[in-house]
Each structure stands twice: as structure tokens, then as C-alpha cells.
């Protein structure tokens, strides 16, 4: 059984770093290309972040370049987003996802992180 | 980017009765591959999302055959032939065909 699981959610203040982690089993994950996705409460899902397979390929939304970065380690199968500079809008419950577009999709139960004083 | 426009947004239906979802893309999602890389999503209350439809019109394994996609280019189509209880939650479509990557607003769909 694949299972993505986040880690890492907390409250913290604006302006805070934080650094989520997904950890995977059940996958080949160094053949799988992972992103972050979120979802402010109430609202919709917003795609964040994409690494490749290798981690030599990453693409950013708009919302988050400059202040977030993704990583991943497919020695220990994780996958990282570190957060910096965080706003209030940054808000929302993150999940790691492979969405799936030439394979299987699968995501977490995701984290939540909130950014408030 | 590619805006990922979704309608109705709120989509009360009759249990047994049909629905319909669509959504257009600001840009045709054809890859340079030829395929065209248009997922829809179901999320359940107080649940993860889950693909329903790869590729247009690819079922994912497990959902039931109520469920269809179809459409090409920029318009594309959502459908589920009789709507039952469990189908409550909201859906969307997510191309992934250009960076970055786009979900439409979400599709409520609610019991009547």
C-alpha cells in the first residue's frame, strides 16, 4: 500500500521559517517526480511545488518562488518544502501529491500550517 | 499561466439524476506528446483528494462507471451518469500540461 505522510505543521508567526517533511513507502519514490499542494480553509487547492525524480528539476508558483524551496532525499524516500518569510495567506493544510499524469496519483492526509501572531 | 475555469461552481443534484461538470483552459492542454494531460479530482468532506480521471477520460481504478470525462483542446466535460449519496464533495480539474500547474476553483456538488 502507497502511503504519503506529512509532517511538520505547526503554528507559527509571520514573518517564521518551518520545514514540512513527506515521507513515502509503498512506491518506487526515486522514479517519482512529487509535488506540494495546499488548500487554505474553505478555499480550493492550490498546486505549490514540483521536484523531479532526481531533484534536479523544480518549478515554483508564483505564490511561493523566492520563499519556498523543495528538496527530497530518495536515500530515506522523503520529500521537504522549506517554508520562509510566511504570511498569513500562507495558511491552508499542505499536502504532498503525485498527481498522477503518467501514473498512479496519490497524495497525503496532509499538515497543517498556520501563520498567525 | 494557464487559468483553469470551472462551472457551476455549486451543483445541487437529485440522487439518481445526472450531473455535469466543465471545465476550460485558458490554452489547449495538448502536449507536444499528443496527449493531453487534464486530471479531475473528487475530495470528499474532511478528506484527501482522490483522481478520478487521468488523461481526459482514463478512469482510475475503483470508481465506479457513473463516471466519465471527456473533451479536447480547451473545453472538458465531467459527468456522472446517476448521482448517489457518496458522491457529495467537491471536484476539480487540474492540467498538467504546462508550468505551473493549474486546478480549477472546485465544483461543489451537494444533495438536493
Known amino acids: 500500500e502507497v502511503q504519503l505522510v506529512e509532517s511538520g505543521g505547526a503554528l507559527v508567526q509571520p514573518g517564521g521559517s518551518l520545514r514540512l517533511s513527506c515521507a513515502a513507502s509503498g512506491l518506487t519514490f526515486s522514479s517519482s517526480g512529487i509535488n506540494w499542494v495546499r488548500q487554505a480553509p474553505g478555499k480550493g487547492l492550490e498546486w505549490l511545488s514540483y521536484?523531479?525524480?532526481?531533484?534536479?528539476?523544480?518549478y515554483y508558483a508564483d505564490s511561493v518562488k523566492g520563499r519556498f524551496t523543495i528538496s527530497r532525499d530518495n536515500a530515506k524516500n522523503s520529500l521537504f518544502l522549506q517554508m520562509h518569510s510566511l504570511r498569513a495567506e500562507d495558511t491552508a493544510v499542505y499536502y504532498c501529491?503525485?498527481?498522477?499524469?503518467?501514473?498512479?496519483?496519490?497524495w497525503g492526509q496532509g499538515t497543517l500550517v498556520t501563520v498567525s501572531s | 499561466e494557464v487559468v483553469m475555469t470551472q462551472s457551476p461552481l455549486s451543483l445541487p443534484v437529485t440522487l439518481g439524476q445526472p450531473a455535469s461538470i466543465s471545465c476550460r483552459s485558458s490554452?489547449?492542454?495538448?502536449?507536444?506528446?499528443?496527449?493531453?494531460?487534464l486530471n479531475w479530482f473528487q475530495q470528499r468532506p474532511g478528506q484527501s483528494p482522490r483522481r478520478l480521471i487521468y488523461k481526459v477520460s482514463n478512469r482510475d481504478s475503483g470508481v465506479p462507471d457513473r463516471f466519465s470525462g471527456s473533451g479536447s483542446g480547451t473545453d472538458f466535460t465531467l459527468k456522472i451518469s446517476r448521482v448517489e449519496a457518496e458522491d457529495v464533495g467537491v471536484y476539480y480539474c487540474?492540467?498538467?500540461?504546462?508550468?505551473?500547474?493549474?486546478f480549477g476553483q472546485g465544483t461543489k456538488l451537494e444533495i438536493k
Open positions: 501529491a503525485r498527481l498522477g499524469f503518467k501514473g498512479s496519483s496519490y
Open positions: 487540474l492540467q498538467g500540461t504546462h508550468w505551473p500547474r493549474t
Open positions: 521536484i523531479s525524480s532526481s531533484g534536479t528539476t523544480m
Open positions: 490554452q489547449s492542454l495538448v502536449y507536444s506528446d499528443g496527449n493531453t494531460y
